[in-house]
Every structure is written in structure tokens, then in C-alpha cells.
């Protein structure tokens, strides 16, 4: 891990995004942050859902990063986080990526992590750029759970699969420490965010590939207030954006308040 990031570990707050965002827009922030907390009180999700997890069975934190990249420049950044997170579960749990591959584990576009097409985890990216000036700070607010993978489903009422670490793992192996899995998590990221700085999100478009979880598969994309566009996944493009393919086009779909399902 890099000497300049700051860790901070508290044992209760309301966000740790929003605790970093506070910062971030009062000028406070200098070196790359990053902070967990044992348990927060309104966690969040992407576009103010809230963000559901019993503090002993899941990890929540969230690392502040400055990029010298243009807020325009830092598409696919969630793509690259979902990667940073595999590789740093990997090095946390023993086990290579093809294990976690055969496992079940994938990503989904944009930014959730799914084992088994059950939710493992979840990523929200927040912040920008004050002035052209001055780097790009991105807030990352990564969820996983860990264990009681039912208990935690049934703490959203069923309408949502959840999948968890120590099914991965199986009975013979011993989930990692949590504070030992945090730091093998930001060591992954920061090295994940330097490469994308220098190079961007196309040096891992590639690798993204090998997990994307709907890979040709027949998909829609629904929210915004906006009627529902129906086609193939067929990957991501260079800039990270979604490629869906119509009878006649493709159609390159960006992130935002959007949902992505699987058609049956």
C-alpha cells in the first residue's frame, strides 16, 4: 500500500461517503482517505436508495482518491472498482481469480458485484472537480457481505437474492479478517486507480469482458423517466459504456439512474 493514504477506522457513523463528501467540499481533503466503519446508520445506495447491511456480516468504507483525469475522462471508473474489488478479494481470501471465476462470481454493469446472480456487493461513486485546477476527487463507497447471506435477504424483505463471501469460500476456509480484508481491498484499488489515471478505463476494457455478467445475453435498460430499450449485452466500449445491440444497431448506453435486467 502507498504511504500517503490516510486510514481511518471509526466505530459508528451515518455514511462514510457522506462523511468524505464533507470534505471533499470544504477543501479538506489532501492525500487519498480511506474510512470504514464498523457500522453505519444510513448507508447508501446508488440514485438515495439505502444501503442494508447487519455490521458483523458485511464490510462497508469508502476511499477518497484524487485523479488527475477530468471528471468526463473518469468513465468506467465503477467498472474499474468492480475489478480492483476482485482482485483484492483474491489476495485476501488465497484464492486466484479463475477460483473466484468458476465460483460464480461476476460483475454487473455498472457497479454491483454478483455471485451466482445473487447480490454480493454494491458500489457507489461520488464527488468531481472543484475547478480545472484541481484534481478530480472521487469518493467510493464499496458494501460486500461477508456471511448470513439469508439473513441479510431477508432484511430486505425478499425482493432481492443476496449472495455472500463464505459461500465462495465453502466450510473449509476461514473468511479473511475483516481489517486484514479492508487493507488488501484499498492496496488493490490504488493500484487499479493509478493505472486507470495513466491510461483509462480501456486498459482494462479486456478484463471487465471475462466477468460481465449478462454477456450476450438478451437484456433491458429501464429508469430515468424514460421508456425501457431492449437488446443484447454485447460488452462495454472503450469509455465503459454499455453496448446493446438492436436488430439494426448497437446502441452505447452511459451510466446513471438506469437499471439493467436480464430479460427471460
Known sequence: MTANCILERVNETRSTNDDL???????????????????????KGRVGR?????????????????????????????????????SGLA????????????????????????LNNAKLGGILIEGGQSNPQEPTWMIVGVGLNLRNAALIESSLGGGQKVGALDQI????????DTEYLWLKLIASFEDHFKNFDQHGFEFYREQWGKWDAYKDQAASISGAGKESIYGTAKGVDQAGALLLQQENK????????ISLRVQS
Open 250 to 257: 448497437t446502441v452505447a448506453i452511459h451510466a446513471g439512474d
Open 169 to 176: 469460500l465453502g466450510a473449509s476456509t476461514k473468511l479473511p
Open 50 to 86: 439505502v444501503w442494508l447491511a447487519n455490521p458483523e456480516d458485511s464490510i462497508c468504507f469508502s476511499l477518497a482518491f484524487p485523479f488527475k483525469r477530468t471528471p468526463a475522462q473518469l468513465t468506467g471508473i465503477s467498472l474499474v472498482v468492480g475489478l480492483a474489488v476482485i
Open 21 to 43: 463528501l464533507e470534505r471533499w467540499r470544504a477543501g479538506q481533503l489532501i492525500d487519498p482517505v480511506a474510512r470504514i466503519a464498523h457500522k453505519q446508520t444510513a448507508g
Open 91 to 114: 489476495q485476501a481470501s488465497g484464492l486466484n481469480e479463475e477460483t473466484l471465476h468458476s465460483a460464480g462470481l461476476r460483475l454487473k454493469w455498472p457497479n454491483d458485484l454478483l
